[in-house]
């Protein structure tokens, strides 16, 4: 069988610069100050170990190794893998080809692909890396399972959800994946992975992802996860997620967990069954996730998300115009937004608001009024991004039909960049206001008194991250980009 011996392997940094892997998330680790951990990866190796399947799992980026410190472990081990399992993103898709080449070279192994990339633009990625045997459209677990059973890679087309290659020409998909047994996943592998690398900014302190959810009802033009894991609302049990907390703490001595779901306050009857039954039992943790504003209005609720050890919570602000959130099909009410962060200071949850420039539609003026409206709304922490038209949103379709797309170099789909031009914004101006947003919130001498204590704990917890994004805020340092993958060498790949 094909997964007799399988390797589940995070690619390495590209270049310097370390990405997170997980799920819909496929950023620097300079936009939060860490590296996923990543859960996915962890989740597949503990399927497949608990049908039998040998399995060795490594995460390059967040143990900084090189694929050729891996190789010589492999080796040491007498490991040869039959069956090698990498995530990738937009960005980093190229470098992670490249590095996972050597490992085909190496053994010989069918190498498949998976994560919100493969998802969006399977067959266009196949083209692009033809060193890939099957990119997984959807949630791969289910279908990773189906591979490992495969006697031989002439079998791929039993597996639906799977873009595959057969004699040169790449085989679609004839449907997209989901993980049936979600409900019922075991716990994660996290004892193959070094989890002291996995470490939050500020407190410093390892921690782990949970997931409490997939699927996302929402509708927001800009984001990958509904492609990723469909629309449909699932939730696991609060026993479950408590049962796989208290195991982590008592496992590994981890007291921060990241609640990993794309709005994990979405029901509230549910989740607050899972903050009862984590009161109940007493344990010294704290956790953090994502939530939407509109769920957070009754401040009962949101005091006993702190009671039940609630330490943070992101929400999607995105922008001060109400219009533009109509146009992104964010439906959030700016009241709403106001009322769950009043809540959030009242219950002594910190807040963390996302903001977006640059979306199509928003002048030179419009990023002042929501630069201006992210200062009045005042949240703990604010990341400001630059709209990134993926590969599969309807944004990205959008700025093509509109002439929008200045780019489409995947390798810049991220954080770093601005690849859209029109309405007198670019990439120099949409830039140089996202620094000047961070100079204006960060440096207001209220809000240095107020969380001088934070900033001290994450320059010395995360000096490089913290270097790295305050030159670029005050003095303008140009971004590092990774190296680029020529086709000469994506062809020696194959």
Known sequence: MLGARTLFVNPPLVGDLAFTRQGRCQEREEVLGTTKPPYTLALAAALFRDRGYEVRAVDLTGTRRTVASLCEQLDREGFEPTLIVFPSTTPTLEADVLAMAELRRRY?????????????????????????????????????????????????????SLTFRRDGQ????????????????????????????????????????????????????????????????????????????????????????????????????????????????????????????????????????????????????????????RDMLKRLE??????????????????????????????????????DYAIELDPDFANFYPAVPYPGTELYEKARREGLLASEDWSRMEYSYYLLSGNGLDERVVMSAINRAKRRFYLRPSYLVRHAGDILRLATTKWDVAWHVASRMLFGAPVTDGPRLPAAESERAA
């Open 334 to 371: 700016g009241e709403k937004i106001r009322t769950a962060l009043r809540n959030m200071r009242t219950a002594g949850i910190r807040s963390f608001g996302f903001f977006i420039l640059g979306y199509p539609g928003d002048t030179p003026e419009s990023l002042e009024r929501t630069i």
């Open 170 to 325: 790449v085989i679609p998909h004839r449907s997209h994946g989901q993980f049936t047994g979600f409900l019922e996943a075991p716990y994660p592998a996290w004892d193959l992975f070094d989890l002291s690398v996995y470490r939050l900014p500020i407190v410093d302190q390892p921690y782990v992802l949970v997931e409490t959810s997939r699927g996302c009802p929402y509708t927001c033009d800009f984001c990958v996860a509904p492609i990723h894991q469909g629309r449909r609302f699932r939730e696991r049990s609060a026993k479950d997620l408590v049962d796989e907390i208290e195991r982590g703490y008592r496992q590994f001595g981890l007291t921060f967990f990241y609640l990993w779901g794309d709005t994990v306050t979405l029901n509230v009857k549910s989740f607050s069954a899972f903050c009862e039954e984590l009161i109940a039992r007493r344990l010294p943790v704290q956790w953090f996730g994502n939530a939407r504003a509109d769920n957070l209005t009754n401040l009962d609720f949101v005091k006993r998300l702190r009671q039940a050890g609630c330490w943070m919570l992101a929400l999607g602000i995105e922008t001060e115009s109400e219009e533009t959130r």
């Open 108 to 160: 010989a192994a069918p190498l498949i692909c998976f994560g919100p990339h493969a998802s969006t633009a399977p067959a266009e990625s196949m083209a692009r890396a033809p060193v890939v045997d099957g990119m997984l459209v959807g949630e791969p677990e289910d279908a990773l399972l189906q591979i490992a059973a495969l006697s031989s890679v002439e079998e791929f087309g039993q597996v639906p």
